[in-house]
């Protein structure tokens, strides 16, 4: 089962289109996540994601999502750490699953704005304390905003509120970030989380929050590649690394045309 899940992954003025997308200012799709932190984009009726994250330590994590309806999305991911190199894999115990449904499209006034849940975290799991690295968003609710600013400029913040709390920090979470447009087919994008759910604890956070910078590449129709630096304010206390370097793949396709 675990095979078939991870097979089946592999100034300024407004603008009335709603985010640049998956990347640059010619992206037709929105983003539905900058790095780790969520925001209101969606996927329209008929569109399917395949998503691919890699992390250090060999992890990897594959995702799927599906405009089922207008304004709502489904998905599933699967993945574990050591998944690439050498020895044995570890498994996540479960699957992450994902649901979001956008109550206000963006209008010349006003954001959007989307609810959701998302159980996939990131990286390494911590059994003793039931969390991943990079703890999943869990509850939330995202804004967004897109200007036109040489290009395009975006705005999002979101709040969430994690299930995996056991480690003792169970407080809601902020993060904030911003996209923007290089061209026709590129972006660099930015995000802070505030890790006020991350930050109480011994073992992992050191109050620092979590600064991560991107780019993102739309490569083909539909097809966009990423690269992320996290942890910039080096915060994680269980990691002696400055920052992460990661990559992510992602194809978004209609499935009616």
Not at 155 to 174: A, C, F, P, S, V
Not at 187 to 207: R, V
Not at 215 to 234: A, Q, Y
Not at 239 to 251: G, L, N, W
């Amino acid at each position: 089962m675990k095979k078939i899940i991870l097979l089946c992954m592999c100034l300024l003025f407004t603008s009335n289109s709603f985010s640049q997308g998956t990347a640059g200012e010619s992206a037709k799709y929105e983003n539905r996540t900058l790095i780790d932190m969520m925001t209101a984009g969606i996927l329209e009726k008929g569109l399917v994601g395949a998503t691919s994250d890699i992390l250090p330590g060999g992890s990897f994590i594959g995702k799927i999502e599906v405009g089922v309806f207008d304004n709502i999305n489904f998905g599933i991911s699967y993945g574990g750490s050591n998944i690439i190199g050498a020895g044995s894999p570890g498994w996540y115990k479960y699957p992450g699953v994902n649901l979001r449904f956008r109550i206000f499209n963006e209008s010349f006034v006003m954001p959007a704005l989307t609810f959701g849940f998302e159980s996939q975290g990131k990286g390494l799991y911590f059994d003793s304390s039931g969390r991943y690295a990079i703890k999943s968003p869990g509850f939330f609710g995202a804004v967004s905003k897109n200007f036109a600013c040489l290009g395009f400029l975006s705005l999002h913040g979101t709040l969430n509120y994690t299930l995996e709390n056991r480690d003792g920090d169970n407080y809601i979470d902020l993060n904030v970030g911003v996209e923007k447009t290089i061209g026709p087919s590129l972006s660099i994008i930015g995000e802070y989380d505030f890790a006020l759910n991350d930050n109480n604890t011994q073992y992992f956070g050191k109050g620092n929050g979590y600064l991560n910078m991107g780019l993102r590449w739309v490569m083909g129709e539909g097809f966009t590649l990423g690269f992320d630096l996290r942890d910039l304010l080096n915060n994680k206390k269980w990691s002696p690394t400055t920052a992460d370097r990661s990559i992510k793949i992602e194809y978004i396709k209609n499935i009616f045309k």
